[in-house]
């Protein structure tokens, strides 16, 4: 199995692929200083997997030492699968995919772990489109149980039964998804934080916006979710959403801030296991609270649930999935919504 990248995503794959698969994994990244730190992650993961007693050491060594790292491209001539989590740019993964179809065998399968970009237009420029398919993971990967698989206008029949058996001999759950912006979990949850931001904006205070979810029993607030997915992927995939799907999909001159100047907008959690609460001090990103626009936390929770019905009214015309309740087994083993709830619809 190949890995393009060696970024955070990337070494969870390597650790992922290689565990499960118990195949050789090799992870490849412009320079040595990120191929090391993706390596490093890797190697931090299983030492925390071992002393904790979740795995014992001699798997541990067996996944050390199956998992390689290398600058050179070329050193993924044998893979069967090869999985890209390189940057969200359109033009670099069609790069990437390009460059590898000169490398790799005719049948080796290409994925990727895109956030939310087009697959088919990632594959447009192909020999080999029908090659390509979405395998799109959450975070954290090992303990998020659902992956989106996405057949793209041109996906073969074959690349789309590979990808759903990798994702079950990764001991995941696969949902099919069609090939429309931000799938059906990254949609969603985006949605709800660019609601809560719009609200924020309006005047309600952060503190407010941040637990008027509460009573939804998820099992973190807006703001620790948007620290979580780290507030860079978070904006552009509520920004490329915005720009496919148009202004339901809050623009925020205050998450764009957040992002270009690197605020952190949770405090520490008070203790392991709890969910960690917004910064109040991000208030002065958004502006002063108050005036007629800001609501209570009723208020706020009805806002972000009205949206969401809207969205999921959209994305069934759409035929995002097959049938309203794979929304609701998305949103269940992909951002943990609470099982006792039956989902979101
Ligand atoms: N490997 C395997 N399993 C592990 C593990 C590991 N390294 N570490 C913990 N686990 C297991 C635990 O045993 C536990 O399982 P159990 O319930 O059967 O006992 C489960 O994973 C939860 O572990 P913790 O108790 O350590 O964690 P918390 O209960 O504190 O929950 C959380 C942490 C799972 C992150 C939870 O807060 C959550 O579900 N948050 C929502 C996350 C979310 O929405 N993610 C999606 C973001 S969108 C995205 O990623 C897409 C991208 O494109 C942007």
Redesign the pocket.
């Known amino acids: 199995v190949g890995i393009v990248g060696a970024g955070l995503?990337a070494a969870q794959l390597a650790l992922l692929f290689a565990q499960r698969l118990s195949v050789p994994v090799i992870m490849r990244d412009l320079d040595d200083e990120r191929v090391t730190q993706g390596l490093a992650h890797v190697h931090g993961?299983l030492d925390?997997?071992v002393s904790?007693g979740?795995m014992p050491a001699t798997t541990a060594d067996r996944i050390r030492a199956d998992v390689h790292g290398t600058t050179d491209l070329d050193d993924m001539a044998g893979c069967d699968f090869v999985i890209e989590a390189v940057t969200e740019i359109l033009d670099l993964k069609k790069r990437v995919f390009a460059e590898l179809e000169t490398i790799v065998s005719p049948t080796t399968v290409l994925a990727t772990?895109?956030?939310?970009l087009s697959v088919t237009r990632m594959a447009a420029d192909l020999k080999h489109p029908e090659r390509v398919v979405g395998l799109?993971?959450?975070?954290?990967?090992?303990?998020?149980p659902l992956v989106e698989v996405i057949h793209a206008e041109r996906t073969s029949i074959e690349a789309t039964a590979t990808a759903f058996a990798v994702a079950k001999k990764l001991r995941k759950t696969a949902v099919g998804v069609a090939d429309r912006p931000g799938f059906v979990?990254?949609r969603l949850?985006v949605l709800l934080l660019g609601e809560i931001v719009r609200a924020v904006e309006s005047g309600t205070p952060v503190d407010v916006a941040d637990r008027a979810l509460r009573p939804l029993g998820?099992?973190?607030g807006p703001f620790?979710?948007f620290d979580?997915?780290?507030p860079a992927?978070?904006l552009h995939?509520l920004t490329s959403l915005r720009e496919e799907l148009g202004d339901r999909f809050a623009r925020s001159e205050g998450l764009e801030r957040i992002v270009a100047e690197g605020i952190k907008v949770v405090q520490p959690p008070v203790a392991?296991?709890?969910?960690a609460d917004v910064d109040p001090a991000i208030q002065e990103v958004f502006g002063p609270a108050g005036g007629p626009g800001a609501l209570d936390e009723a208020g706020v929770l009805d806002q972000v649930l009205t949206a969401l019905t809207v969205e999921i009214g959209h994305m069934l015309d759409e035929e995002v999935v097959a049938s309203v309740s794979q929304i609701d087994l998305c949103m269940i083993l992909?951002?943990?919504w609470p099982f006792a709830s039956g989902g979101i619809a």
Do not use: C, D, W
Request: glycine share 12%; net charge positive; no cysteine.
């Open positions: 995503m993961a925390k997997l904790s979740r772990n895109t956030s939310a799109h993971f959450f975070n954290p990967v090992a303990q998020m979990v990254n949850l998820l099992p973190m620790a979710l979580l997915v780290g992927v978070g995939v392991k296991g709890v969910p992909g951002a943990g």
